[in-house]
């Protein structure tokens, strides 16, 4: 039973590192020339090109700086940093904002489906997801609202991007602050990215998309033999217990 758990914890690191390998070949091409400086030109392929996000995408805002009162029920849902997590946005511990509220934030941080949300403080920075919900709500100053240029690039090609290891790497080096770490708008417009062209972005957002939900079944798999294993662990170690008592 320990040697099933071993294997499938193996498997399941195994996995996440699958995906993370294959997403900085297929976005990051010049981290297969590490000896070269990281923004060459010539560690592209045809096609490619070295641009800012500031330059490919047509808003870069923030939530609102000022907290807001803000319960467990009300009009619109405040969004904060804790609530985007890596496989989306959770609602499981969400608080809302009143109307007259939500109306001066929205005003200028204005989320609609299918941009991309990008946590810019706290311990989870860099953490980037496309929002899913298709109604109204309000931003803190944690996220960032991201809206990019489609003639430019896709948001997913965006998303896969910001959650790359070499554009994290390049986000770290960037932030400041001692007990909260930050980004801050203009380092964020600043932050450079290969950029492929449209066609070819589509082709490597299918692949990533394929290989993305085969390794959450994987996942979902062996996240289920180890709690089987530790659930059959408890039951054998209870009654033993309970035959010596």
Not at 129 to 139: A, G, M
Not at 177 to 201: D, F, M, S
Not at 203 to 212: F, H, M, P, Q, W
Not at 230 to 237: G, R, V
Request: glycine content about 4%; overall charge positive.
């Amino acid at each position: 039973m320990d040697t099933l758990k071993t294997n499938a914890e193996t498997n399941l690191k195994n996995a996440k590192e699958l995906f993370e390998t294959t997403l900085e070949k297929e976005l990051n091409p010049q981290s297969r020339h590490s000896e070269r400086s990281e923004e060459s030109s010539a560690d592209l392929p045809s096609g490619w090109e070295w641009k800012t996000l500031q330059e490919i995408c047509g808003k870069i805002v923030d939530g609102t700086h000022n907290s807001p009162p803000n319960k467990a029920k009300g009009d619109y849902q405040y969004i904060t940093a804790k609530n985007i997590k890596a496989n989306g946005i959770d609602l499981s511990d969400v608080t809302y904002v009143s109307k007259e509220v939500h109306k001066e934030i929205f005003a200028r941080c204005n989320p609609e489906k299918g941009d991309v949300l990008l946590i810019k403080d706290g311990a989870t920075t860099g953490i980037a997801v496309i929002n899913t919900l298709d109604y109204e709500f309000s931003l803190l100053s944690s996220v960032a609202l991201i809206k990019v240029d489609k003639t430019k690039i896709y948001e997913k090609t965006l998303v896969y991007l910001l959650n790359s290891k070499a554009i994290y790497k390049q986000m770290r080096k960037k932030m400041d602050g001692a007990a909260i770490t930050r980004l801050t708008l203009e380092k964020i417009k600043a932050l450079r990215i290969p950029l492929p062209p449209l066609p070819v972005q589509k082709e490597i957002v299918a692949r990533l998309d394929k290989l993305s939900e085969n390794v959450k079944r994987l996942e979902a798999n062996y996240k289920q033999i180890i709690a089987n294993c530790d659930e059959l662990k408890k039951s054998i170690l209870k009654k033993t217990f309970e035959r010596e008592s």
